[in-house]
Nanobody
């Protein structure tokens, strides 16, 4: 059984920083892209940042220059460092990974972690 377990998040004032991490566990042969999505109240889930297995990154325009995604392949973990946070960054953040396990390649999601930015 493959699982993604997130940690981090919480409450921070505008202009502050937070870090998220997401560790994959289970019978994993390889992990391709790893991403962070977010969903604000009343809005659709959107991609915040993604990183490929070779380290190439992609960011939503709204977070460019403020968020940094990285991964540690040995630890099967993806990180999201969020700086200069704004109230509009308030959302539930979800980890996503494209994982090759026994006989299949599938998309997996973490349970979500709340990030709240106060003004």
């Amino acid at each position: 059984q493959v699982q993604l377990v997130e940690s981090g998040g919480g409450l921070v004032q505008a202009g502050g920083s937070l870090g998220l991490s997401c560790a994959a566990s289970g019978l994993i042969f390889s992990i391709k892209a790893m991403s962070w999505y977010r969903q604000a109240p009343g809005k659709q889930r959107e991609l915040a940042a993604a990183v490929t297995s070779d380290g190439s990154t992609n960011y939503a325009d709204s977070v460019k220059g403020r968020f940094t995604i990285s991964r540690d392949n040995a630890k099967k973990t993806v990180y999201l460092q969020m700086n200069s946070l704004k109230p509009e960054d308030t959302a539930v953040y979800y980890c996503n990974a494209d994982i090759v396990s026994i006989g299949a390649q599938s998309d997996y999601w973490g349970q979500g972690t709340q990030v709240t930015v106060s003004s």
